[in-house]
């Protein structure tokens, strides 16, 4: 058996992401999906994929955004 601190480590250096971040990143492009290709709103987009609040997924949709936007313009 693994311990759980191996997994941890075995999945941030496959993914380069905690599991906790890696759900988040996943949570977002289902956002993004939904955002371009649905009629629903924000609040029915962050319920749909699993925030708990709408500002939490504000919160996160920005940070994981502005990462990019930033990235690309450097």
Do not use: D, W
Request: glycine share 2%.
């Amino acid at each position: 058996a693994m311990s759980r601190s191996k997994l941890y480590r075995l999945f941030k250096l496959h993914f380069n992401k905690s599991p906790a971040e890696y759900i988040q990143y996943l949570r977002v492009e289902e956002a993004k999906k939904f955002l371009l290709n649905t009629e629903m709103n924000i609040t029915q987009i962050a319920e749909e994929v699993g925030f708990v609040s709408i500002s939490s997924f504000n919160r996160t949709f920005r940070k994981y955004y502005i990462t990019i936007i930033s990235n690309e313009l450097s």
